[in-house]
């Protein structure tokens, strides 16, 4: 059965850092592009960061370029987003994505940036 | 970076009544050489993870009723419920995946009249 399992969120303060993990398992993991997409709290859904099947290629929204990095352990079938210089307006729920080829989303951990 | 805009924030519709969401690149979606737009809707309901209804601007995702439609091209698109029913109630998105950064629309949310 496809799964898709986040973890790592939690309560950071300003400046602070956290990293995410999503456990995928039941599909061919290496195969695909993994991707982040974030929702604030009663807003929006935005895209955040992918990573292509061989960890190679990535890319980044705008507003977190520089800051966070997504990467992946392809024996382990994980998928990582390392985030520094947390801000506030992070604070979202973070979802693991495989975007749009046979799309699933996992069920998102929180992150709450505050002081 | 592409700016995706919805007509409306919300929208409140009858029972049974058509609810019609329109949605608007800042630029072309429309990979040319493919003929096919880079446009896909997903509906989100509150508690759950985001629900993928159409790919490629009018590919319908597997599961999806056929109530749901999706038409448009190049920077105008449309997502259509001809009848709406109780378990519609969501919020609605669209998504442009042509060029990075990939960019969501607001988002229209659709509740019943």
């Known amino acids: 059965e496809l799964e898709l399992v986040e973890s790592g969120g939690g309560l950071v303060q300003p400046g602070g850092s956290l990293r995410l993990s999503c456990a995928a398992s039941g599909f061919g993991f290496s195969n695909y592009w993994m991707h982040w997409v974030r929702q604030v709290p009663g807003k929006g859904l935005q895209w955040v960061s992918r990573?292509?099947?061989?960890?190679?290629?990535?890319d980044y929204a705008d507003s977190v370029k520089g800051r966070f990095t997504i990467s992946r352990d392809n024996i382990n079938n994980m998928v990582y987003l390392q985030m520094n210089s947390l801000r506030v307006e992070d604070t979202a729920i973070y979802y693991c994505?495989?975007?749009?080829?046979?799309?699933?989303w996992g069920q998102g951990t929180l992150v709450t940036v505050s002081s | 970076d592409i700016v995706v805009t919805q007509s409306t924030d919300s929208l409140a519709v009858s029972l049974g009544e058509r609810a019609t969401i329109n949605c608007k690149s800042s630029?072309?979606?429309?990979?040319?050489?493919?003929?096919?737009?880079?446009l896909a809707w997903y509906q989100h309901k509150a508690g759950q993870p985001p629900r993928l209804l159409f790919y490629w601007a009018s590919s319908r995702e597997v599961g999806v009723p056929d109530r749901f439609s999706s038409s448009g091209s190049g920077t105008d698109f449309t997502l259509t419920i001809t009848s709406l029913q109780a378990e519609d109630v969501a919020t609605y998105y669209c998504?442009?995946?042509?060029?990075?950064?990939?960019?969501f629309g607001p988002g229209t949310k659709v509740e019943i009249k």
């Open positions: 998504f442009q995946y042509y060029s990075i950064p990939w960019t």
């Open positions: 990573i292509r099947g061989d960890g190679v290629a990535t």
């Open positions: 630029q072309s979606v429309l990979h040319i050489s493919a003929n096919k737009n880079a």
């Open positions: 994505v495989r975007l749009l080829n046979a799309d699933y």
